[in-house]
């Protein structure tokens, strides 16, 4: 696609419940970022994938937390048994290269999506 | 400490004037540097990259002191569409492309 289309744009559920947000990535893009973004503050790594391996999830909060990019192109972040403290703006990014030793310009640059707002009852 | 660090202002300035905001980073092994910028309510974009011998956009010129881990970013002959949050981006030894918390610029007339 043009950009980076995330869905759904705003989800409120209640506390227990499971969501799942989705990451279209732009077309040809080989790496996929997840970032959660608080009020006030800068985005805060969550896992990547270049292609369809996850190659880090180290950011991830807790086991509740999971993200897969099985055909290497869209990923779904899942949350499962929501808490409050999930509340955030959730948002994904791709780059055309991954990020490396090598500052390649242009192709490792990240371009975000409009973000799915997650509201935790 | 936080791997990036930044002030997180308000820098209020009137129009026209020169405003820098510096951004420190904790680990020395950190390769790439950028500048994004981002709207209320909006996703980060792209301002410009850092490079080794620092660049300049219009306005807008980068700097980068690896002897101090810190980046800079100057902005010239400011405009009120300037008011937005200023965030700098280091990827460190894994590559990973960590945010700092943002500098909010107000821009007023």
Request: charge should be positive; include cysteine; hydrophobic fraction near 30%.
């Amino acid at each position: 696609g043009a950009g980076v289309s995330q869905s759904p744009r705003y989800k409120v559920t209640k506390r227990g419940q499971d969501v799942a947000l989705r990451c279209d990535p732009i077309s040809g893009h080989v790496s996929l970022y997840w970032y959660r973004q608080a009020l006030g503050q800068g985005p805060e790594f969550l896992t990547y994938f270049n292609y369809e391996a996850q190659q880090d999830k180290s950011g991830l909060p807790n086991d509740r937390f999971s993200a897969e990019r099985p055909e290497g192109s869209i990923s779904t972040l899942t949350i499962q048994r929501t808490e409050q403290r999930d509340s955030a703006m959730y948002r994904c990014a791709s780059s055309l290269e991954s990020i490396g030793p090598k500052l390649i310009s242009g192709a490792n640059v990240l371009t975000f999506g409009a973000g799915s707002r997650l509201t935790v009852l | 400490r936080k791997e990036v660090e930044q002030d997180p202002g308000p820098f209020n300035v009137p129009e026209g004037a020169t405003v820098a905001f510096n951004c420190t980073y904790s680990n020395s092994a950190s390769q790439s540097f950028f500048w994004y910028r981002q709207d209320c309510r909006k996703e980060p974009k792209l301002l410009m990259s850092v490079y080794s011998s620092g660049n300049e956009d219009g306005r807008f010129t980068a700097q980068l002191n690896r002897a101090s881990q810190y980046i800079s970013l100057l902005i010239r002959d400011s405009k009120l569409s300037d008011s937005a949050t200023y965030l700098c981006v280091v990827s460190g030894g894994s590559y990973i492309p960590t945010f700092g918390r943002g500098t909010s610029l107000i821009v007023h007339p």
